[in-house]
């Protein structure tokens, strides 16, 4: 059946079903009901290919208006359409309902249906919507915290957006990882990643704004927890170009979080204050739980710096089941330590003792689920237990008294230990940022060399206090010991040093290994160093071949990790395995000594030896001696 004087049927759908596909969405209304009437009618002439096209854009205009529950309502009603349509299309179909259902919170469901629509799309590897299919994927699976395959799934769209030039998706993936990093606590290497989400986004034109303002919000924020106040600044004033006053009041919120999260490290407390204080009302009618906790945290910041404790005591007894509920170990412990701080400006001793006992309880909670060690925190959770105990103490509670003493004695051995090992090390660098310092001072002009000292001095000292607190951790209370793979623990090392591994253009071959009792956190830990030992002194020559291996004795299993690099002299064997010891010629510059005193720590943790067997030029073989059984 043809039209007077116009083309078929199928001709004619066919050309309206491409204008729709250049419109690009922008009148939402008008295109919802036009791809209902087109597949409608498609249905009547059994034209499925047509009908399951114009279908796909009619659930995803419903999806972008906000109508979640009535597009999953409409899949159901139009099952026909998807049981006789192609495969590519009931593949896209089968991910906007995931995203549907992740959007109503029915995760599992949207899990599920993601698995179904890559199995079906990946068979058409050239085709575009799998890799937005994985990056939704990969976004679903660290809300799930299954950082491990949410890794794999992004790197992969990743790739495949960089070989043909997609910069809007490698801005999207990098960001994504970056979040992965950020979740582990890595924020050097998250920093990097929302880097180059933003340097990707520069080269796209295509990238949606809120997309934009997104990525670049969180790599604002980023930068402040590096205290890169110019270059975060320079990136909120770009969100700010992109406002058009039509925002959604949820958009707004991370840039305007990012803003007073500024303005607080500007120490310009008033204007934080004012800032998120209007934000509020968006905040609290917002969806994102993860965008409420900062804003939370920021505005009681506020509170304390501005030093008005009532208020800010007030607010934050309002708000504590709020950050507790978003499930966020770390938010939750800045949150107290802001509200333990002003609960002390106040001098109310009975609600520090109570709030004291919640910090412990989240501490003890990160140490367990994700052996995070809370640096930053150090020394206030140490005043804080110290008060804790003598307050305890007053009121005659000597059991208390006397386990929170054995505990602040392990803490401050620690501290003891800090002190003793690092304090000549750490004179090094502070001694070069100071002198070249004061020749910038003197010389009133900008000196690149200069500048280069101070950077590396800087870099030094970070690094070298970074490998301090992993040694610090090894052996801290409150670890539970498992049954550990140490192929999976290897294999998830692996998977971190994936970059630069292929950036030496090396190789890394693993053997079944041992299972074994022991810390899966301190086993990764000590894989982790041993894998930047070799990558770290690699030949110049060649490129770096790591194999590892096992082999079972009758009282122990043995673990040989060994590479090709640069080897160790007879001479700077013995010292390897002691703190703060680099070795001597040319390696004494490389490192901050402690990553291999820290493997030792690690066997002798597990009731285990580690030694090495090397000649310089031809490479190393590192061998962990683990005992059979509990150790």
């Given at each position: 059946?043809?039209?007077?004087?116009?083309?078929?049927?199928?001709?004619?759908?066919?050309?309206?079903?491409?204008?729709?596909?250049?419109?690009?969405?922008?009148?939402?209304?008008?295109?919802?009901?036009?791809?209902?009437?087109?597949?409608?009618?498609?249905?009547?002439?059994?034209?499925?290919?047509?009908?399951?096209?114009?279908?796909?854009?009619?659930?995803?205009a419903l999806r972008i208006n906000g109508e979640y529950t009535h597009a999953l309502t409409t899949i159901k009603e139009f099952d026909v359409v998807?049981?006789?349509?192609?495969?590519?299309?009931?593949?896209?179909?089968?991910?906007?309902?995931?995203?549907?259902?992740?959007?109503?919170?029915?995760?599992?469901?949207?899990?599920?249906?993601?698995?179904?629509?890559?199995?079906?799309?990946?068979?058409?590897?050239?085709?575009?919507?799998?890799?937005?299919?994985?990056?939704?994927?990969?976004?679903?699976?660290?809300?799930?915290?299954?950082?491990?395959?949410?890794?794999?799934?992004?790197?992969?769209?990743?790739?495949?957006?960089?070989?043909?030039?997609?910069?809007?998706?490698?801005?999207?993936?990098?960001?994504?990882?970056?979040?992965?990093?950020?979740?582990?606590?890595?924020?050097?290497?998250?920093?990097?990643?929302?880097?180059?989400?933003?340097?990707?986004?520069?080269?796209?034109?295509?990238?949606?704004?809120?997309?934009?303002?997104?990525?670049?919000?969180?790599?604002?924020?980023?930068?402040?927890?590096?205290?890169?106040?110019?270059?975060?600044?320079?990136?909120?004033?770009?969100?700010?170009?992109?406002?058009?006053?039509?925002?959604?009041?949820?958009?707004?919120?991370?840039?305007?979080?990012?803003?007073?999260?500024?303005?607080?490290?500007?120490?310009?407390?008033?204007?934080?204050?004012?800032?998120?204080?209007?934000?509020?009302?968006?905040?609290?009618?917002?969806?994102?739980?993860?965008?409420?906790?900062?804003?939370?945290?920021?505005?009681?910041?506020?509170?304390?710096?501005?030093?008005?404790?009532?208020?800010?005591?007030?607010?934050?007894?309002?708000?504590?089941?709020?950050?507790?509920?978003?499930?966020?170990?770390?938010?939750?412990?800045?949150?107290?330590?802001?509200?333990?701080?002003?609960?002390?400006?106040?001098?109310?001793?009975?609600?520090?003792?109570?709030?004291?006992?919640?910090?412990?309880?989240?501490?003890?909670?990160?140490?367990?689920?994700?052996?995070?060690?809370?640096?930053?925190?150090?020394?206030?959770?140490?005043?804080?237990?110290?008060?804790?105990?003598?307050?305890?103490?007053?009121?005659?509670?000597?059991?208390?008294?006397?386990?929170?003493?054995?505990?602040?004695?392990?803490?401050?051995?620690?501290?003891?230990?800090?002190?003793?090992?690092?304090?000549?090390?750490?004179?090094?660098?502070?001694?070069?940022?100071?002198?070249?310092?004061?020749?910038?001072?003197?010389?009133?002009?900008?000196?690149?060399?200069?500048?280069?000292?101070?950077?590396?001095?800087?870099?030094?000292?970070?690094?070298?206090?970074?490998?301090?607190?992993?040694?610090?951790?090894?052996?801290?209370?409150?670890?539970?010991?498992?049954?550990?793979?140490?192929?999976?623990?290897?294999?998830?090392?692996?998977?971190?040093?994936?970059?630069?591994?292929?950036?030496?253009?090396?190789?890394?071959?693993?053997?079944?290994?041992?299972?074994?009792?022991?810390?899966?956190?301190?086993?990764?830990?000590?894989?982790?160093?041993?894998?930047?030992?070799?990558?770290?002194?690699?030949?110049?020559?060649?490129?770096?071949?790591?194999?590892?291996?096992?082999?079972?004795?009758?009282?122990?299993?043995?673990?040989?990790?060994?590479?090709?690099?640069?080897?160790?002299?007879?001479?700077?064997?013995?010292?390897?395995?002691?703190?703060?010891?680099?070795?001597?010629?040319?390696?004494?510059?490389?490192?901050?000594?402690?990553?291999?005193?820290?493997?030792?720590?690690?066997?002798?943790?597990?009731?285990?030896?580690?030694?090495?067997?090397?000649?310089?030029?031809?490479?190393?073989?590192?061998?962990?001696?683990?005992?059979?059984?509990?150790?």
């Amino acid at each position: 059946m043809e039209q007077f004087g116009g083309p078929a049927p199928r001709e004619r759908l066919t050309g309206f079903l491409r204008e729709l596909d250049r419109l690009q969405f922008k009148d939402i209304p008008w295109i919802i009901s036009e791809t209902l009437r087109c597949t409608k009618e498609c249905m009547a002439m059994e034209y499925w290919d047509l009908a399951l096209a114009f279908f796909v854009i009619h659930i995803h205009a419903l999806r972008i208006n906000g109508e979640y529950t009535h597009a999953l309502t409409t899949i159901k009603e139009f099952d026909v359409v998807i049981k006789n349509g192609e495969d590519k299309e009931r593949g896209e179909l089968l991910h906007a309902k995931a995203v549907l259902y992740r959007r109503i919170g029915e995760l599992d469901k949207a899990l599920r249906c993601f698995r179904e629509s890559l199995a079906i799309l990946e068979k058409f590897p050239d085709y575009d919507a799998v890799n937005v299919v994985r990056m939704n994927f990969g976004t679903l699976l660290i809300n799930r915290k299954n950082y491990h395959a949410a890794y794999k799934v992004l790197f992969s769209a990743y790739q495949s957006f960089e070989e043909v030039g997609e910069m809007r998706g490698c801005a999207m993936c990098c960001c994504n990882i970056g979040s992965i990093y950020r979740e582990l606590g890595d924020y050097e290497k998250a920093l990097e990643y929302f880097s180059m989400a933003s340097g990707f986004l520069d080269q796209s034109d295509e990238c949606p704004r809120h997309i934009s303002m997104k990525i670049r919000a969180e790599h604002a924020r980023l930068l402040l927890k590096f205290n890169y106040l110019k270059k975060a600044g320079g990136i909120l004033r770009e969100i700010d170009n992109l406002f058009t006053g039509k925002e959604s009041s949820e958009l707004l919120v991370l840039p305007r979080v990012a803003m007073a999260e500024l303005l607080l490290k500007k120490r310009q407390f008033a204007d934080a204050f004012e800032c998120i204080s209007d934000l509020f009302p968006e905040v609290e009618q917002g969806q994102n739980a993860r965008h409420k906790v900062f804003a939370i945290i920021t505005k009681t910041e506020c509170f304390y710096h501005l030093e008005r404790y009532e208020e800010g005591v007030a607010f934050a007894k309002e708000m504590f089941e709020s950050i507790r509920d978003s499930g966020s170990l770390r938010s939750e412990k800045e949150f107290l330590l802001l509200w333990f701080k002003m609960l002390k400006g106040m001098n109310l001793k009975d609600e520090m003792l109570e709030v004291s006992h919640k910090i412990i309880d989240v501490d003890a909670a990160l140490e367990k689920d994700s052996n995070t060690f809370n640096r930053n925190n150090l020394k206030v959770l140490a005043e804080i237990m110290d008060f804790q105990v003598k307050l305890e103490t007053e009121r005659a509670l000597v059991d208390e008294k006397e386990k929170m003493n054995h505990y602040l004695e392990e803490r401050n051995k620690d501290l003891d230990d800090f002190v003793s090992i690092a304090a000549h090390d750490l004179k090094s660098p502070i001694r070069t940022i100071h002198s070249f310092a004061k020749l910038l001072e003197k010389k009133k002009e900008y000196n690149p060399e200069y500048l280069a000292f101070i950077l590396e001095a800087s870099s030094q000292m970070q690094g070298m206090l970074e490998n301090l607190l992993d040694y610090a951790r090894v052996g801290a209370s409150g670890r539970e010991n498992e049954e550990v793979n140490l192929s999976d623990v290897l294999h998830e090392v692996m998977l971190f040093s994936y970059y630069e591994i292929k950036k030496k253009e090396g190789d890394m071959t693993v053997s079944e290994l041992p299972i074994l009792f022991g810390d899966f956190s301190l086993l990764k830990l000590l894989f982790q160093n041993l894998l930047q030992n070799s990558i770290k002194f690699s030949s110049e020559h060649r490129s770096p071949v790591i194999e590892v291996y096992s082999e079972e004795f009758e009282d122990f299993n043995r673990v040989y990790f060994k590479d090709n690099g640069k080897g160790i002299s007879e001479k700077d064997k013995e010292g390897i395995f002691k703190a703060f010891s680099r070795g001597s010629g040319r390696e004494r510059t490389e490192g901050s000594g402690i990553g291999l005193a820290t493997c030792a720590k690690i066997m002798k943790y597990h009731g285990g030896g580690i030694s090495v067997q090397s000649e310089l030029g031809k490479g190393s073989t590192f061998i962990l001696d683990f005992p059979k059984g509990v150790s």
